[in-house]
């Protein structure tokens, strides 16, 4: 399963019809809402590396969102009453820029629970190897400044000797 959710690159075909259906609401506006949600559709392509998540589209102006998983802050699942009746699900992925709103929206997931699932596991993953990197790095660090520590108190205690050798000697 989670070699599927990872080949997840383009959004399902029901999200169309939900494009279709929410600008069906709007009455005379349908057409005018109906041709961009339909490039959108078209264009929309996520990619779940292993360094993050990507998401593009747009046809005449293009857009793309790279979000690497240690990046991303929180995750949360949205879907209206016409997105559950067709099984389909948001992903609104944060991140601490300091904005409300997501960074990242993935919509028309048939598997939105266990996509979210997915991507906790993989943020999981890249904090822990991040905060490995960060302890080692910091017990290099510390052994460093430990050894040069005890360098100098080594080169002060042989002073001492030699001072107190000098002394004792007149």
């Known amino acids: 399963m989670r070699d599927e959710l990872r080949n997840i690159q383009r959004p399902h075909s029901k ?13 005379p506006l349908f057409p005018i809402l ?19 998540i990507s998401m593009r589209w747009g046809l005449l102006f293009r857009r793309e969102v790279h ?22 699900g948001r992903l609104l992925i944060q991140t601490a820029s300091g904005s409300s709103k997501a960074e990242m929206t993935i919509e028309g997931v048939l ?16 904090g822990d190897a991040g905060k490995a990197d960060a302890v080692s790095t910091a017990a290099n660090g510390s052994a460093q400044d430990l050894t040069g520590v005890l360098q ?13 050798e000098r002394d004792t000697g007149r």
Request: proline share 2%; charged share 30%; glycine share 6%.
């Open 152 to 164: 100098s108190v080594a080169g002060e205690l042989r002073e001492i000797r030699k001072m107190l």
């Open 34 to 52: 109906l041709v961009p949600r339909y490039f959108r559709y078209h264009t929309l392509r996520y990619d779940f590396g292993d360094d993050g």
């Open 111 to 126: 598997e939105f629970e266990e996509l979210r699932d997915f991507i906790y596991e993989r943020m999981r993953d890249a």
């Open 15 to 27: 999200l169309l019809l939900y494009y279709a259906l929410t600008s069906l609401v709007l009455g």
């Open 67 to 88: 979000l690497t998983y240690p990046r991303i802050q929180d995750i949360h699942l949205r879907s209206n009453v016409i997105e559950r009746w067709l099984g389909l």
